[in-house]
């Protein structure tokens, strides 16, 4: 009887190859003679999205999490992350991003965790372990060197060895410590002064390092369309890719091993990693049955409350009491940014705005809502209800005509809801929209359409704009699918318009072919200053005000790293105007990277609430109220000027991205630089305060610190204790780098000692000569403090 736990042997060249390319976007393929079912991996870094047209619980960002410097808070998110992976019937989350934060205006900035390798390495590794433990694989991604987004298919990163090592790599090389069991190749390319080539072709990467230095005995899997030849790729050491069918691979990937070019061994090794793979998530056999999701809700409120980052506090305004009215101001106040856009973005099962969460924590007061100006680039999204007719029919809705080469209609439908992406079959070439939108309120109406590729729109009878460009997969890529550029113009009403677009289809390959297209229409109404001058008067007469400002999922994505660090529209203006009304207001910053706070010196009271998950308004009712401690830290650096920012855009230059500032990331960067940002890496106030009395380092076999605390202030509380190094010559080294952290607890009065491991890792550097970790010999002196500046104790080791 064949052996079973060893199907490999009884399996034909076409049979190996056949589960080396997914079936589907994100399936992989069922091999009954080996008793595999189908795998399955979904998106994402901030929730499991599971199927197509699922809804998902919301977590708050990656950025949240790492905030937290909290192991323990990270692995109970790698179990919700295993229990929302088996109630969608997921195997393999594409999740933890562990890239680093190189430039503030990355597009999936927050999506990472943070600047400093160390924080980010931690964070990962204890989610890995713990969604693993329960039965769910992590892919760590994207390996490596995928900082920035701007042509982020076609740049070749240029890394120096060291910084490789020390920087980019550590937190990957934390992640197979972990015992992760798939690692997703980037898009990237990188020249790491050895090899230059794409992140699923560079062998020295993927075997050399990965496989073989390191051990690594799990999957290599491509990012979606990453992957473009053949046999490169598989020499390279890429074991799965995605998605599928299709791709460079299946009857290519035969031929190539039938003449000889891809040895029949090395297929043989990435079928047995797919295979080790499903037999890790039990895929080998009948799916596991879904678990009953219990304590989710709970948990993610906590963790957007506790990842809040009090950035000031300086009238105790925290938390807050006795309050009959409460002004509840800002863009985001009333569209709250609860996650990031791109593959992050998940259906979520609720979401608790603002003011759901205010009215429930406030029962008894009086609450308003106020926009106070327009931050997003584009208009909404236009409301068909009541809005369009089918001219055609007249139905309720718009018109889209499927056409084939000769312009005939294919097919015809009226849409009254949608989202504006429709798959169509094989034989549709173009669509065409049609659509009469009523504009009944008189004033300025602007009215538009969104789309991708080549397109003309004429609306009133006038041609309105158009593009010649045929669009592919790269709109997907880059995500300008999800926030398409508009194609517009302004139409005084009261008016009936008729709007006509010619559309094209686009061929995503395995993702599909669809005609993308959304009506925008921003009705007549105040003016930014209209609408600013009645917020400030409402923040004047209110006990509370509670101003959310932030960006929004057109300016912060997947796809487009940001052209500027400003807050969009004239949210800085509703600030000041708010503050110079109110001086005790709250002010609530709703982001998941830095932006710039020019009012920071004026506000009493502000607070980081990074993309908070489907929790928002509870979790910022719950550090109003003071139910949880906003105990969060940056977990990078807060600018206050954009010239002062060591990096300040990964734009590529002939092709590529340059790293000249080496090991010196983000703060690092800021201390060499002696530039002083608006807040340090580390930064939080939490809602009590602290006294540093002691510091113990034991230079033993394990090398530890002790550091002693006492809770000085009104609240029991939570601290993080924050271990530096520096060094007193020798190599060069950054001025100061994050060498441990934990947190403690302790009520009013109360001492407590965080004892922090310091890993031999931390003193080490990457010899690019011996091509080995050493320590450098000499005197290191170890800091404690609250962030990388407000250091409150020093001692000293030496190394020979």
Same mark, same amino acid.
């Given at each position: 009887?064949?052996?079973?736990?060893?199907?490999?042997?009884?399996?034909?060249?076409?049979?190996?190859?056949?589960?080396?390319?997914?079936?589907?976007?994100? +399936?992989?393929? #069922?091999?009954?003679?080996?008793?595999?079912?189908?795998?399955?991996?979904?998106?994402?870094?901030?929730?499991?999205?599971?199927?197509?047209?699922?809804?998902?619980?919301?977590?708050?960002?990656?950025?949240?999490?790492?905030?937290?410097?909290?192991?323990?808070?990270?692995?109970?998110?790698?179990?919700?992350?295993?229990?929302?992976?088996?109630?969608?019937?997921?195997?393999?989350?594409?999740?933890?991003?562990?890239?680093?934060?190189?430039?503030?205006?990355?597009?999936?900035?927050?999506?990472?965790?943070?600047?400093?390798?160390?924080?980010?390495?931690?964070?990962?590794? @204890?989610?890995?372990?713990?969604?693993?433990?329960?039965?769910?694989?992590?892919?760590?991604?994207?390996?490596?060197?995928?900082?920035?987004?701007?042509?982020?298919?076609?740049?070749?990163?240029?890394?120096?060895?060291?910084?490789?090592?020390?920087?980019?790599?550590?937190?990957?090389?934390?992640?197979?410590?972990?015992?992760?069991?798939?690692?997703?190749?980037?898009?990237?390319?990188?020249?790491?002064?050895?090899?230059?080539?794409?992140?699923?072709? !560079?062998?020295?990467?993927?075997?050399?390092?990965?496989?073989?230095?390191?051990?690594?005995?799990?999957?290599?899997?491509?990012?979606?369309?990453?992957?473009?030849?053949?046999?490169?790729?598989?020499?390279?050491?890429?074991?799965?890719?995605?998605?599928?069918?299709?791709?460079?691979?299946?009857?290519?990937?035969?031929?190539?091993?039938?003449?000889?070019?891809?040895?029949?061994?090395?297929?043989?090794?990435?079928?047995?990693?797919?295979?080790?793979?499903?037999?890790?998530?039990?895929?080998?056999?009948?799916?596991?049955?879904?678990?009953?999701?219990?304590?989710?809700?709970?948990?993610?409120?906590?963790?957007?409350?506790?990842?809040?980052?009090?950035?000031?506090?300086?009238?105790?305004?925290?938390?807050?009491?006795?309050?009959?009215?409460?002004?509840?101001?800002? #863009?985001?106040?009333?569209?709250?940014?609860?996650?990031?856009?791109?593959?992050?973005?998940?259906?979520?099962?609720?979401? +608790?705005?603002?003011?759901?969460?205010?009215?429930?924590?406030?029962?008894?007061?009086?609450?308003?809502?106020?926009?106070?100006?327009?931050?997003?680039?584009?208009?909404?999204?236009?409301?068909?209800?009541?809005?369009?007719?089918?001219?055609?029919?007249?139905? #309720?809705?718009?018109?889209?005509?499927?056409?084939?080469?000769?312009?005939?209609?294919?097919?015809?439908?009226?849409?009254?809801?949608?989202?504006?992406?429709?798959?169509?079959?094989?034989?549709?070439?173009?669509?065409?929209?049609?659509?009469?939108?009523?504009?009944?309120?008189?004033?300025?109406?602007?009215?538009?359409?969104?789309?991708?590729?080549?397109?003309?729109? !004429?609306?009133?009878?006038?041609?309105?704009?158009?593009?010649?460009?045929?669009?592919?997969?790269?709109?997907?890529?880059?995500?300008?699918?999800?926030?398409?550029?508009?194609?517009?113009?302004?139409?005084?009403?009261?008016?009936?318009?008729?709007?006509?677009?010619?559309?094209?289809?686009?061929?995503?390959?395995?993702?599909?072919?669809?005609?993308?297209?959304?009506?925008?229409?921003?009705?007549?109404?105040?003016?930014?200053?209209?609408?600013?001058?009645?917020?400030?008067?409402?923040?004047?007469?209110?006990?509370?005000?509670?101003?959310?400002?932030?960006?929004?999922?057109?300016?912060?994505?997947?796809?487009?790293?940001?052209?500027?660090?400003?807050?969009?529209?004239?949210?800085?203006?509703?600030?000041?105007?708010?503050?110079?009304?109110?001086?005790?207001?709250?002010?609530? +910053?709703?982001?998941?990277?830095?932006?710039?706070?020019?009012?920071?010196?004026?506000?009493?009271?502000?607070?980081?609430?990074?993309?908070?998950?489907?929790?928002?308004?509870?979790?910022?009712?719950?550090?109003?109220?003071?139910?949880?401690?906003?105990?969060?830290?940056?977990?990078?650096?807060?600018?206050?000027?954009?010239?002062?920012?060591?990096?300040?855009?990964?734009?590529?230059?002939?092709?590529?991205?340059?790293?000249?500032?080496?090991?010196?990331?983000?703060?690092?960067?800021?201390?060499? @630089?002696?530039?002083?940002?608006?807040?340090?890496?580390?930064?939080?106030?939490?809602?009590?305060?602290?006294?540093?009395?002691?510091?113990?380092?034991?230079?033993?076999?394990?090398?530890?610190?002790?550091?002693?605390?006492?809770?000085?202030?009104?609240?029991?509380?939570?601290?993080?204790?924050?271990?530096?190094?520096?060094?007193?010559?020798?190599?060069?080294?950054?001025?100061?780098?994050?060498?441990?952290?934990?947190?403690?607890?302790?009520?009013?009065?109360?001492?407590?000692?965080?004892? +922090?491991?310091?890993?031999?890792? @931390?003193?080490?550097?990457?010899?690019?000569?011996?091509?080995?970790?050493?320590?450098?010999?000499?005197?290191?002196?170890?800091?404690?403090?609250?962030?990388?500046?407000?250091?409150?104790?020093?001692?000293?080791?030496?190394? !020979?």
């Amino acid at each position: 009887m064949p052996d079973m736990s060893d199907p490999l042997p009884l399996l034909s060249l076409e049979e190996k190859v056949r589960l080396l390319t997914g079936a589907a976007p994100f +399936v992989l393929h #069922p091999l009954p003679v080996a008793g595999l079912r189908p795998l399955v991996m979904s998106d994402g870094p901030a929730g499991v999205r599971g199927g197509e047209g699922e809804t998902a619980a919301s977590f708050p960002s990656p950025t949240a999490l790492a905030a937290t410097w909290d192991e323990d808070v990270a692995a109970r998110l790698g179990e919700v992350f295993a229990q929302e992976a088996r109630r969608h019937g997921v195997d393999v989350v594409l999740a933890p991003v562990v890239n680093m934060q190189r430039t503030p205006v990355g597009g999936r900035h927050f999506e990472c965790y943070s600047e400093d390798p160390l924080l980010t390495a931690r964070t990962g590794a @204890a989610l890995i372990r713990a969604m693993q433990a329960s039965g769910v694989g992590a892919c760590v991604k994207h390996f490596a060197a995928n900082d920035s987004e701007t042509l982020r298919t076609e740049y070749v990163a240029v890394v120096g060895e060291r910084a490789m090592r020390e920087v980019y790599l550590a937190p990957f090389e934390a992640a197979v410590e972990a015992g992760v069991w798939a690692v997703m190749a980037a898009y990237n390319g990188l020249d790491d002064g050895e090899e230059t080539a794409t992140a699923t072709e !560079h062998r020295r990467l993927l075997t050399g390092l990965l496989k073989e230095e390191w051990g690594f005995d799990g999957v290599v899997v491509s990012d979606w369309l990453a992957a473009r030849s053949t046999v490169p790729t598989a020499l390279a050491g890429l074991d799965l890719v995605m998605p599928g069918p299709g791709g460079p691979w299946e009857d290519a990937l035969v031929a190539a091993v039938r003449d000889g070019s891809v040895p029949e061994a090395l297929i043989d090794d990435k079928a047995r990693r797919i295979l080790r793979l499903a037999e890790r998530v039990g895929a080998r056999g009948e799916a596991a049955p879904g678990v009953p999701v219990t304590g989710v809700r709970d948990f993610l409120r906590e963790l957007a409350a506790r990842s809040t980052v009090v950035l000031k506090d300086d009238r105790r305004a925290l938390p807050v009491g006795g309050v009959r009215s409460i002004a509840l101001i800002g #863009p985001n106040a009333v569209d709250a940014f609860t996650q990031g856009g791109g593959s992050a973005h998940v259906r979520p099962d609720l979401t +608790v705005t603002p003011l759901d969460g205010l009215r429930a924590a406030f029962p008894d007061a009086t609450i308003t809502v106020h926009r106070g100006c327009d931050a997003r680039p584009h208009p909404p999204r236009l409301d068909l209800k009541g809005r369009s007719t089918d001219p055609e029919s007249g139905e #309720p809705g718009l018109r889209l005509d499927l056409l084939d080469d000769d312009g005939r209609r294919v097919s015809s439908a009226v849409h009254a809801t949608g989202d504006g992406w429709w798959y169509v079959p094989d034989g549709v070439t173009a669509a065409r929209l049609t659509a009469r939108v009523t504009l009944g309120e008189p004033g300025e109406h602007h009215l538009e359409l969104g789309t991708v590729g080549a397109h003309t729109v !004429h609306i009133g009878g006038i041609e309105a704009g158009g593009a010649t460009a045929i669009a592919g997969p790269e709109v997907l890529l880059d995500s300008s699918v999800n926030a398409p550029p508009g194609t517009g113009l302004t139409v005084t009403g009261p008016a009936t318009v008729d709007v006509i677009a010619e559309l094209q289809i686009v061929d995503a390959v395995a993702y599909g072919r669809f005609a993308r297209a959304e009506l925008r229409h921003r009705p007549p109404g105040p003016t930014d200053d209209e609408e600013i001058a009645a917020a400030a008067t409402a923040a004047r007469d209110a006990d509370l005000a509670v101003v959310i400002v932030g960006t929004n999922d057109q300016v912060e994505s997947e796809g487009w790293d940001r052209a500027t660090l400003d807050l969009p529209g004239r949210q800085d203006d509703l600030v000041r105007a708010v503050l110079a009304a109110d001086p005790g207001a709250v002010i609530a +910053v709703n982001a998941g990277a830095p932006v710039l706070l020019p009012w920071l010196a004026e506000a009493a009271t502000a607070l980081w609430t990074w993309f908070p998950g489907q929790e928002c308004g509870h979790a910022l009712a719950d550090v109003l109220t003071g139910r949880t401690e906003p105990a969060g830290r940056l977990p990078w650096t807060l600018p206050a000027r954009p010239e002062d920012v060591p990096v300040p855009n990964a734009i590529p230059d002939g092709g590529r991205v340059h790293y000249p500032e080496g090991v010196h990331i983000g703060h690092r960067g800021w201390l060499r @630089a002696g530039r002083e940002p608006a807040l340090p890496f580390g930064h939080g106030l939490g809602w009590t305060d602290w006294d540093y009395t002691d510091l113990t380092i034991d230079d033993g076999e394990e090398l530890t610190a002790a550091v002693t605390v006492r809770n000085t202030g009104p609240r029991a509380g939570r601290e993080t204790v924050q271990l530096y190094l520096e060094a007193g010559g020798g190599p060069e080294r950054p001025v100061r780098w994050l060498a441990g952290y934990t947190t403690v607890e302790a009520a009013p009065g109360e001492t407590a000692t965080a004892t +922090v491991p310091i890993a031999p890792r @931390a003193l080490q550097i990457w010899d690019a000569g011996s091509r080995a970790w050493t320590t450098p010999p000499g005197r290191y002196r170890l800091r404690a403090g609250r962030s990388v500046t407000d250091l409150r104790l020093d001692g000293h080791l030496t190394r !020979h």
